[in-house]
C-alpha cells in the first residue's frame, strides 16, 4: 500500500515538472523564436521599395502624402505622387548630403551634412538603426489585450528615443506581417505617447 502511495506521489511530481518545464519552454522559447524573427526583419531594411501613405497629425488639421520609397543602403529617396501640388518631388539622402529636385518646377538643392534630415523616420532603415541604439521591444496591439487572444499574424517592435531632442518623434511601433515579414504600418508618437506620424506601406518589395 505505501510503495502504490509512493509511486502516485512520485509520478505526481514528474508531471508536475513536466508541466512547469513545457510552459517556460512555450513562453521563453517562443519569444526567443519571436525575437529571431525580429532581427532578421531589422537586417532585411537596407535594401527595399514600396508605395506609402504618410498621415500627420496636429491640433489644428491632418495631412495626407502619398510616396514612393527606394532605399539602397545608404542611399534613401521619396518621390512624393501626392497632392498634386508637390507632385515629382523628390527627395534624396546620400552619403550625409540631402538632395531636393523637381523637374516641374525646375528646382535642384543640396544640402551638405543635413543631419537632422538624415535622421529621417520616413524609413525602415532609420527604424532599425533606432532599435539598435535604443533597445526594442515585442508589444502587444490593444485589440488582443482588449480579447485577450495573441494574434499570430502580426508583430509589433517598439523602440523608445530617450535621448532624441524632437519631442514629436519619441515612440515608433512597427506593425509586421510575422507570415511574409513584411511592415504593415508604422506609428510615430510624441513624448505624451500621442500619434504624431503613421505611415502604411503597399507593395514591399524587399530584395
Known sequence: MKNKRFLFIFALICITIFCIIYYIFLKFG??????????????????????????VYSNKNTNN?????????KV????I????????LNIELNNGKLFIKNEKYNIEKVYENYSEVLNNSLFLNTFSDDCINNGYKLKESEENEVNNNENKDEIIIETILENNKNTYIKYKELYVDINNRIPKKLIIKDDKQKIYTS????NVKIK
Open 76 to 79: 534613401s529617396r521619396c518621390i
Open 65 to 73: 502624402y502619398y510616396m514612393h520609397q527606394i532605399v539602397n543602403h
Open 30 to 55: 517562443n519569444n526567443n523564436s519571436k525575437e529571431k524573427i525580429v532581427d532578421e526583419i531589422l537586417n532585411s531594411f537596407n535594401v527595399y521599395e514600396a508605395d506609402i501613405k504618410v498621415t
Open 81 to 88: 505622387n501626392e497632392p498634386e501640388e508637390i507632385n515629382g
Open 199 to 202: 505611415i502604411i506601406y503597399n
